[in-house]
């Protein structure tokens, strides 16, 4: 079995969209998926995007994928990396493509002077936790992640407030 990781590129979009819904499946949010192929296309290989995009093969067949940008840190003063998503395909894994794939990404971020590399998980799932756990990855229980995005961000960018909870999500 051999493990490649490569970037991605343009011609990839349908694959790794496919593999966004796998993961929205996965997740139980399926119907939180609006970005279409093209969409998937135009903002992740634009000339101007902030996000990176990596494919995982076992043999040369694609398993899974990667999506990851680089931030900031105040408190360390140097870049960080967000991993927005990092998904292999059921039938994969264990296979040891996760693992590669994440350690690809921990390369990247040291080779681009990223003081850490972050992501986070649903709590709920167990097994990706228990996976964080088994690489020395360290829970921030600490922090709440809050999100402004729809109808609550386009009303606060306004200087409304959206109260309907539906309107926030």
């Known amino acids: 079995m051999n493990i490649t990781i490569r970037p991605a590129l343009p011609d990839d979009a349908a694959l790794i969209h496919a593999y966004i819904t ?7 949010a399926e119907h939180e998926v ?4 093209d969409d998937v296309r135009q903002s992740l290989f634009a000339a101007d995007s902030p996000a990176r995009g990596l494919i995982c ?7 899974g994928y990667a999506i990851y940008f680089l931030s900031y840190s ?9 991993l927005e998503d990092l998904y292999i395909s059921p039938s994969h894994r264990g296979s040891g493509a996760g693992k590669a794939l994440l350690r690809h990404l ?9 003081g850490r590399l972050e992501w986070s998980v649903l709590d709920w ?3 990706a936790i228990q996976f964080y756990l088994s690489i020395g990855a360290k829970p921030q229980d600490e ?11 386009q ?10 909870p539906a309107a926030i999500s």
Do not use: H
């Not at 609006?34 to 192929?37: K, W």
């Not at 921990?106 to 990223?114: L, N």
């Open 125 to 127: 799932n167990e097994p």
């Open 106 to 114: 921990a390369q990247v971020a040291v080779e681009s002077g990223c």
């Open 155 to 164: 009303a606060f960018a306004a200087g409304e407030v959206a109260t309907s």
């Open 34 to 37: 609006i970005a279409s192929v």
């Open 57 to 63: 093969a076992i043999d040369g067949q694609p398993v």
């Open 74 to 82: 105040t408190w360390l003063g140097r870049k960080g990396m967000y």
């Open 143 to 153: 922090w709440v992640r809050y999100r402004l995005a729809g109808a609550g961000l």
């Open 22 to 28: 796998e993961l929205a499946i996965y997740e139980r």
